[in-house]
T-cell receptor
């Protein structure tokens, strides 16, 4: 069965600093992996996805993620944090029938 | 190109009442999913449709919950005899046939059961 673990329920970085949000997955088959962002009281917006093409995936808003099979990881990074990046970020893996299995989320806090 | 829409955005009800939520997917998306999200948690899968057929239901979906997609377009999720534990955000997502792995989410319906 697939599962997702996000390390750190809260991550705090200074504006302009590197953002690193961690995601580890387990899957018995080559996975589809996703990062979504959720702003307060809103739905989920797709940031990027991995579908077995390039291992380094570029997404919207300057985010990217690297698929590392040996580490079963799909960490999300952004070189320079902006105040508008403050939100909750969810990692997900696609299970059978493409339903998504989600991590618990990481709230990103940006310090001015 | 409009996105997924959900109605209402917020619903407050008293315990024991029935509520119904509507989801309009992106046009021509054949798959439609319902998820539930409680505060501080990731979403949990409830059910999904391919066209009008409901193909899978989670064990989370008790007998009080029912979902329909009668013409393969919009979907409704009904909760009968609501309980306080039903308070959550209910999210709808849709995906196209050509990219079934990619789900696009609506803004959600936040339910509060008093």
């Amino acid at each position: 069965a697939q599962s997702v673990t996000q390390l750190g329920s809260h991550v705090s970085v200074s504006e302009g600093a590197l953002v690193l949000l961690r995601c580890n997955y387990s899957s018995s088959v080559p996975p589809y992996l996703f990062w979504y962002v959720q702003y307060p009281n809103q739905g989920l917006q797709l940031l990027l996805k991995y579908t077995s093409a390039a291992t380094l995936v570029k997404g919207i808003n300057g985010f990217e993620a690297e698929f590392k099979k040996s580490e079963t990881s799909f960490h999300l990074t952004k070189p320079s944090a902006h105040m508008s990046d403050a939100a909750e970020y969810f990692c997900a893996v696609s299970a059978s029938n493409y339903q998504l299995i989600w991590g618990a989320g990481t709230k990103l806090i940006i310090k001015p | 190109d409009t996105g997924v829409s959900q109605d209402p955005r917020h619903k407050i009800t008293k315990r024991g009442q029935n509520v119904t939520f509507r989801c309009d997917p992106i046009s021509e998306h054949n798959r439609l999913y319902w998820y539930r999200q409680t505060l501080g948690q990731g979403p949990e899968f409830l059910t999904y449709f391919q066209n009008e057929a409901q193909l899978e239901k989670s064990r989370l979906l008790s007998d009080r919950f029912s979902a329909e997609r009668p013409k393969g377009s919009f979907s409704t999720l009904e909760i009968q005899r609501t309980e306080q534990g039903d308070s959550a955000m209910y999210l709808c997502a849709s995906s196209p046939l050509a990219l079934q792995e990619t789900q696009y989410f609506g803004p959600g319906t936040r339910l509060l059961v008093l």
